[in-house]
């Protein structure tokens, strides 16, 4: 059974950077792409970023892009999200998830918890 474990996350100013990483197990790792995604409080889950298997190939949503960057170590079972200059609408909880293709924006597997990131104005 897949799990997932997003961490990184915290209270950050607006301006600021954070890295959330999430730990991926149960799988072969490198069979499917990978995403981010957020819940901010009172909306839907939104997809944020995806990546390939390879790596070569990444998505961003138009709101985030230029400003994350999503990243993996194939070795250590990781997918990253590197956030810079956040601003207050980034505030959520950001969940990492199995995805059928960079692009697609569905999670495949059981979510993880997630992590909360607060950006103050």
């Known amino acids: 059974q897949v799990q997932l474990a997003e961490s990184g996350g915290g209270l950050v100013q607006a301006g600021g950077s954070l890295r959330l990483s999430c730990a991926v197990s149960?799988?072969?790792?490198?069979?499917?792409?990978m995403g981010w995604f957020r819940q901010a409080p009172g909306k839907e889950r939104e997809f944020v970023a995806g990546i390939s298997w390879s790596g070569a190939n990444t998505y961003y949503v138009n709101s985030v892009k230029g400003r994350f960057t999503i990243s993996e170590d194939n070795a250590k079972n990781m997918v990253y999200l590197q956030m810079n200059s956040l601003k207050p609408e980034d505030t959520a909880v950001y969940y990492c998830?199995?995805?059928?293709?960079?692009?697609?924006?569905?999670?495949?597997?059981?979510w993880g918890q997630g992590t909360l990131v607060t950006v103050s104005s």
């Open positions: 998830n199995s995805v059928s293709t960079p692009r697609s924006g569905n999670g495949l597997d059981a």
């Open positions: 149960g799988r072969t790792f490198r069979s499917y792409a």
